[in-house]
């Protein structure tokens, strides 16, 4: 009898913890997507997208403005807490000129070394200073410091409530103090439609001044029109003649897509401006590109540099230590994920 009833009480207690593990589970929310990665906008439309990182001391704010409006093109301006507290009446221009904001973070530091509740932390309080400044909100748009992310930050960034973390085509490398001349340079001879322009307001980003009227006129001259990045988001995406799209759905991997529209993934990723062809989302859209029985090999560069990682080395570094993209990077050593590179691992440099 004595045993019967240990049975039964056992059994009950059992069914109570089972139950209290169903509700907590039921209740939990569910985790937010990763923040998805952009470099550019999905269309062959004719437009591009001007970006420009403000740090702490914005000096050349007012001559970007008035270049912008002298010539009636809205940019997008990615946002620090320190830009905020140092030259608020700036900010406030940029927003009554109807330019769109992203956030930048608090204080500009790597994201891939701090932890999870400061990345929170740097965002939201981004987000409050730029609300009570100007009553406009930084989401869903977010550019990580040095361009450095990885699916930690991405997903922590994601969970945070902004959805794009927002890299560029086109770098002007403005920040190294390169001429007008080198900067104009750079954004004609790598401009593509939906192409996205990285460049600076600071002091140490002295040619963008005199370099952006001369970008303006020459784009719009080649039938470039300008949109901010919600303008280019919400362009319908165009795929190539001979291209299709294809939905993501849940179990799906960009081999598996490849696969059954035998192209491979790196022209899935290329299709699609991929910077990590391991992170792609149910519901995005994908370029799929027509498949060819053979893919012309590339003509080989007059030169090439190897380079050997080092400890506390990321593409990102890599890339802007020899002056070319993470994308090219990878593209020229077959890289499928940008976050793993290890101590010892030769790189090709083209």
Same mark, same amino acid.
């Given at each position: 009898m004595n045993t019967n009833k240990m049975r039964f009480f056992i059994a009950r207690v059992v069914y109570m913890l089972l139950g209290v593990f169903l509700i907590l589970s039921l209740a939990a929310p569910a985790a937010a997507a990763p923040a998805q990665t952009i470099s550019r906008g999905l269309t062959t439309e004719k437009v591009v997208a001007l970006t420009f990182d403000d740090g702490s001391d914005g000096t050349h704010i007012n001559r970007i403005l008035n270049t912008l409006s002298s010539h009636n093109v809205k940019a997008t301006f990615f946002l620090t807490g320190t830009g905020i507290n140092n030259h608020p009446q700036a900010i406030r221009n940029i927003v009554n000129q109807g330019h769109a904001v992203g956030n930048h973070s608090y204080t500009h530091p790597d994201f891939t070394k701090i932890s999870g509740t400061q990345i929170r932390s740097q965002l939201q309080q981004t987000e409050e200073a730029v609300r009570n400044l100007t009553g406009k909100t930084t989401k869903p748009f977010f550019r990580p410091p040095y361009g450095a992310y990885n699916s930690t930050v991405l997903?922590? @960034?994601?969970?945070?409530?902004? =959805?794009?973390? @927002?890299?560029?085509?086109?770098?002007?490398?403005?920040?190294?103090?390169?001429?007008?001349?080198?900067?104009?340079? /750079?954004?004609?001879? =790598?401009?593509?439609?939906?192409?996205?322009?990285?460049?600076?307001?600071?002091?140490? &980003?002295?040619?963008?001044? &005199?370099?952006?009227?001369?970008?303006?006129? =020459?784009?719009?001259?080649?039938?470039? /029109?300008?949109?901010?990045?919600?303008?280019?988001?919400?362009?319908?995406?165009?795929? &190539?003649?001979?291209?299709?799209?294809?939905?993501? =759905?849940a179990g799906d991997t960009l081999y598996a897509i490849a696969r059954r529209f035998n192209v491979t993934v790196q022209q899935i990723a290329s299709a699609n401006n991929l910077s990590n062809p391991n992170l792609i989302r149910v519901g995005q859209v994908l370029i799929i590109p027509s498949g060819s029985s053979s893919t012309p090999a590339p003509t080989p560069p007059a030169t090439t540099t190897r380079y050997t990682v080092r400890s506390g080395d990321t593409l990102y570094f890599i890339a802007r230590r020899y002056n070319t993209t993470v994308q090219r990077l990878a593209s020229v050593n077959n890289l499928s994920n940008l976050n793993l590179i290890r101590v010892g691992q030769v790189l090709e440099i083209r």
């Open positions: 997903q922590h @960034v994601g969970d945070a409530g902004w =959805r794009y973390s @927002v890299m560029w085509t086109i770098d002007t490398i403005d920040w190294t103090g390169n001429s007008s001349g080198d900067i104009v340079n /750079r954004v004609m001879t =790598r401009i593509t439609p939906g192409a996205i322009i990285l460049m600076h307001t600071g002091a140490g &980003a002295s040619g963008t001044p &005199a370099a952006l009227p001369t970008i303006i006129t =020459r784009l719009k001259a080649q039938g470039y /029109r300008f949109v901010t990045l919600p303008q280019l988001m919400n362009l319908p995406s165009t795929p &190539a003649p001979g291209s299709t799209t294809y939905t993501v =759905r």
